[in-house]
């Protein structure tokens, strides 16, 4: 095989390790419409990486973070609902990401890329990115994992019996925007979500208890990348979108 | 009697609006405090202050140091995408063996029921899933918010027993917060009315002649506290400490 299938391969599956668990926490906190916002700022943090002339990974990486605070401080004071707030500032990050890119006048950016994704496209640099955040992220996640989940089935209950509920909050939100922003070079800032969740909801059915749906999930995903992948070099698709309708054809099967 | 908890002049408002004013509650060593009020009145913005949830505007909290506390909140709502067993959602208490588990379900009644998913149990077996999780931590003083809530009446009865013999075998203090006058009047030491400030306070069968009272719950109320001095003698056997001072109302027959 050519190196460039090994290397979106390999770049697939550490994100599906990581997507797996942490998209299972995204759906038992149905936070699936944070985790779409966070992903519509990604471009932003590529078009402002061009501006100043910094790695595009760590422009997407350093604004989605920056994002998700914000996101969280408004969450938590504004009066309107979230899912309006968070409608309004994903559309608002996308727009400005894309008036940005629009002054770049000498710079050629693959906007159907960062869009959509292109796995074909990783880079070997782009493949540390992916792995180091994942093993990270996946770290984090193992540290936090019991607390979380305390914290995710009733947060006042948690509390009582002494989980500091706002730094697990935090770190759970830190540890999504780091995961969206990798995935968004993969799988393209308006599929991220899709990688999350879909997996998740697939592996569903087949677990007793979360870290069998955060397993199995992740092995949805990793099926869903390598199916997507050969479709797509099979039948000249697009690979982000060929992985997650995979993994919808997967989520379909687990319903049968 | 020590107090377990100790609350003095705790006020709070939200957008300019008191919804407590100048609030003083305590909480003795095994002792059961009922607070009951009208929608609206605070009972849960008290709790959560109480329970550190929430901070106060004004007033001061204190705990016996060490203190640990049993809650049960009122609702709870676990996503149906969460696979979790009732025995996996008790041990979420903290590091717990699978036999202190296992001991915490037997004493709930629900042993049964450990390797079911949380989200089919009923409503009392949820009830009593809640409490397991809450006497797991060995609590000095139990929170109780609503504790009947989404159990049906037979079932409100076997709770309110369960709850009885639990505090009775643990010796814990006891912070509850119902609207079911009735259940209230039988088991608590002592009532605190709350509707914004605390209207009135005492021993469950006094409360009855207290115009504040009255004022709060009408005839209704009044009427259970009659019921409640009628059937007395035949109940208290199932209160949690039998040696405590009934005072002269026992004797009086409305």
């Given at each position: 095989m050519d190196d460039f299938v090994l290397r979106a391969l390999a770049a697939g599956l550490g994100l599906a390790a990581i997507a797996g668990p942490l998209g299972s926490f995204v759906l038992w906190r149905r936070m699936a419409f944070f985790g779409d916002a966070l992903a519509h700022s990604a471009l932003l943090g590529v078009a402002l990486g061009f501006l100043l002339h910094v790695d595009v990974n760590l422009g997407m990486v350093a604004m989605c973070v920056a994002f998700a605070l914000a996101l969280t401080g408004l969450l938590a004071r504004s009066r309107l609902a979230p899912d309006t707030l968070l409608s309004i500032s994903a559309f608002t990050a996308l727009s400005a990401g894309l008036v940005v890119l629009s002054f770049l006048d000498t710079v050629r950016v693959d906007l159907i890329g960062y869009l959509f994704g292109d796995l074909l496209a990783v880079s070997p640099s782009d493949l540390v990115w992916i792995w180091g955040g994942?093993?990270?992220?996946?770290?984090?996640?193992?540290?936090?994992?019991?607390?979380?989940?305390?914290?995710?089935?009733?947060?006042?209950?948690?509390?009582?019996?002494?989980?500091?509920?706002?730094?697990?909050?935090?770190?759970?939100?830190?540890?999504?925007?780091?995961?969206?922003?990798?995935?968004?070079?993969?799988?393209?800032?308006?599929?991220?979500?899709?990688?999350?969740?879909?997996?998740?909801?697939?592996?569903?059915?087949?677990?007793?208890?979360?870290?069998?749906?955060?397993?199995?999930?992740?092995?949805?995903?990793?099926?869903?990348?390598?199916?997507?992948?050969?479709?797509?070099?099979?039948?000249?698709?697009?690979?982000?979108?060929?992985?997650?309708?995979?993994?919808?054809?997967?989520?379909?099967?687990?319903?049968? | 009697m020590t107090s377990l908890l100790e609350a003095?002049?705790?006020?709070?408002?939200?957008?300019?609006?008191?919804?407590?004013?100048?609030?003083?509650?305590?909480?003795?060593?095994?002792?059961?405090?009922?607070?009951?009020?009208?929608?609206?009145?605070?009972?849960?913005?008290?709790?959560?202050?109480?329970?550190?949830?929430?901070?106060?505007?004004?007033?001061?909290?204190?705990?016996?140091?060490?203190?640990?506390?049993?809650?049960?909140?009122?609702?709870?709502?676990?996503?149906?995408?969460?696979?979790?067993?009732?025995?996996?959602?008790?041990?979420?208490?903290?590091?717990?063996?699978?036999?202190?588990?296992?001991?915490?379900?037997?004493?709930?009644?629900?042993?049964?029921?450990?390797?079911?998913p949380i989200q089919a149990l009923s409503g009392g077996e949820f009830q009593r899933a809640l409490l397991a999780r809450a006497l797991l931590r060995r609590p000095q003083l139990l929170v109780l918010d609503e504790p009947a809530q989404g159990v049906d009446v037979t079932g409100q009865d076997a709770l309110y027993d369960l709850l009885a013999r639990v505090v009775a075998r643990h010796g814990c203090g006891v912070l509850l917060v119902s609207h079911d006058l009735h259940l209230v009047m039988a088991r608590a030491d002592r009532v605190v009315c709350l509707n914004g400030h605390v209207c009135c306070t005492g021993k469950p069968a006094a409360l009855g002649d207290d115009p504040a009272f009255a004022a709060l719950f009408g005839a209704r109320g009044a009427a259970s506290v009659a019921v409640y001095r009628h059937r007395h003698d035949h109940e208290h056997a199932v209160c949690a400490d039998p040696a405590h001072d009934h005072g002269p109302h026992g004797h009086r027959h409305g």
């Open positions: 994942a093993l990270v992220a996946l770290a984090g996640l193992a540290v936090i994992w019991r607390p979380l989940l305390a914290t995710t089935v009733h947060a006042d209950l948690a509390a009582v019996e002494g989980t500091r509920v706002g730094q697990v909050r935090l770190c759970f939100v830190l540890l999504l925007a780091l995961v969206v922003a990798v995935a968004a070079k993969i799988v393209g800032a308006l599929l991220v979500t899709a990688l999350l969740i879909v997996p998740a909801a697939a592996a569903r059915r087949f677990a007793r208890s979360p870290e069998q749906m955060a397993v199995g999930a992740a092995t949805v995903g990793a099926l869903a990348v390598a199916g997507g992948l050969g479709a797509s070099l099979l039948l000249d698709t697009p690979s982000g979108p060929s992985v997650v309708l995979t993994a919808s054809l997967l989520f379909a099967l687990s319903l049968l | 003095r002049g705790l006020a709070k408002s939200y957008d300019a609006r008191a919804v407590l004013s100048d609030v003083d509650i305590a909480v003795a060593q095994g002792e059961i405090v009922t607070l009951i009020g009208p929608n609206g009145a605070g009972k849960t913005v008290l709790l959560r202050i109480l329970l550190g949830l929430e901070a106060a505007d004004a007033g001061r909290v204190e705990r016996k140091p060490g203190l640990t506390i049993g809650y049960m909140p009122q609702k709870i709502e676990i996503d149906a995408n969460l696979p979790l067993s009732v025995a996996r959602f008790v041990g979420l208490a903290g590091r717990y063996t699978k036999t202190q588990i296992a001991d915490a379900l037997a004493e709930t009644g629900i042993a049964a029921r450990r390797e079911a």
